[in-house]
């Protein structure tokens, strides 16, 4: 299946990184889509809760893998028939760190829905990392 999104890379430690990406409360503040997060149970896989965007959208949302340090996905249901799946990754790179994003459509009409969402949906990723990097960089 088809993934669509992007990477960058910062100065920051993995461990800053995911410190700040972990931490929800956070996410308005860096990623210009959120304006808050409403999450039960912490970070932890199988954990839910509410994305609240500026445009006054509720998307409920769920943390279905985490991989504590390295790797999440959190997964939301946008559009009837489809499943977003949203996979974010910190690595090391070489004395930096690469940040990633992508978004992949599943459930029944994702085969249909990808091509047509999938660069949609990705388009403002590149900004959202490189204000987590800043973020991250900041200390």
Known sequence: MAEYGTSVETTAS??????????????????PNVSTMEWQGGFAQ???????????????????EVQPGRFFA???SVVPGTRFRFNCRVEPAGGKTKISQMVEIKGPLGPI???????QVSKEFGTLLANLAKRAEAG
Do not use: C, F, Y
Request: net charge positive.
């Open 74 to 76: 959190l997964e939301t």
């Open 14 to 31: 993995p461990e800053r990184v995911w410190k700040i990406w972990s931490d929800m409360s956070t996410w308005g503040g860096w990623n």
């Open 46 to 64: 199988g954990t839910e809760g509410v994305m609240n965007t500026r445009a006054g959208q509720h998307h409920k949302m769920k943390l279905v």
């Open 113 to 119: 829905m990808q091509g047509m969402m999938g660069p």
